[in-house]
T-cell receptor
Framework: AQRVTQPEKLLSVFKGAPVELKCNYS??????LFWYVQYSRQRLQLLLR??SRESIKGFTADLNKGETSFHLKKPFAQEEDSAMYYC?????????????FGEGTQLTVNP | ETGVTQSPTHLIKTRGQQVTLRCSSQ?????VSWYQQALGQGPQFIFQ???????GRGNFPPRFSGLQFPNYSSELNVNALELDDSALYLC?????????????FGPGTRLTVL
């Protein structure tokens, strides 16, 4: 069974401080890992995916298969980063399989 | 490019009733997935439709059913509503066959069961 765990429901940091949102997963195979973000009064949207290895809005995430983690990091948080963040896992990429989400972390960046 | 749309926005039903939620997928997409998001929880996969057939199902009872139409729009039907069915229902569309499974979400339908 596939499972995603986000240990922190709430995370509060000050503007300019580093931020790390934790995500651990369990999956027997090669998963696709994603971070989705939901800003206030907006729909859920993809932030980044591990296969692209890109930085979006200053955020990066590295897949650590040994620790089964996919933590989201940003060196200098901005107030506009305040949002709900969901880590998600998907099975085989070409089969149109389901996304399994964690419970989410509400990030608040204080001025 | 038209994004994913869902209707209605809000809905109030009573226990035992039936409800139908609708979703129009993003232009060019051929796969629709439905998720249930209870308050304070992450979205939970209900099922997925591809080529008008169910293509994977989560841990939901048979009273949750769906349809996909030739234009790739979709419906989620829930029979014999229970209080615990109160949630935000999200529809997501994607293009099967791409190198990654990016799903685009609609704004959701908020269902309240009294």
């Amino acid at each position: 069974a596939q499972r995603v765990t986000q240990p922190e429901k709430l995370l509060s940091v000050f503007k300019g401080a580093p931020v790390e949102l934790k995500c651990n997963y369990s999956y027997s195979g090669s998963p696709e890992l994603f971070w989705y973000v939901q800003y206030s009064r907006q729909r859920l949207q993809l932030l980044l995916r591990h296969i692209s290895r890109e930085s979006i809005k200053g955020f990066t995430a590295d897949l650590n298969k040994g620790e089964t983690s996919f933590h989201l990091k940003k060196p200098f948080a901005q107030e506009e980063d305040s949002a709900m963040y969901y880590c998600a896992l998907s099975g085989p990429t070409t089969s149109g399989s389901r996304l399994t989400f964690g419970e989410g972390t509400q990030l608040t960046v204080n001025p | 490019e038209t994004g994913v749309t869902q209707s209605p926005t809000h809905l109030i039903k009573t226990r035992g009733q039936q409800v139908t939620l609708r979703c129009s997928s993003q232009s060019g997409h051929n796969t629709v997935s439905w998720y249930q998001q209870a308050l304070g929880q992450g979205p939970q996969f209900i099922f997925q439709y591809y080529r008008e057939e169910e293509n994977g199902r989560g841990n939901f009872p048979p009273r949750f059913s769906g349809l996909q139409f030739p234009n790739y729009s979709s419906e989620l039907n829930v029979n014999a509503l229970e209080l615990d069915d109160s949630a935000l229902y999200l529809c997501a569309s994607s293009l099967r066959g791409r190198s990654y499974n990016e799903q685009f979400f609609g704004p959701g339908t908020r269902l309240t069961v009294l």
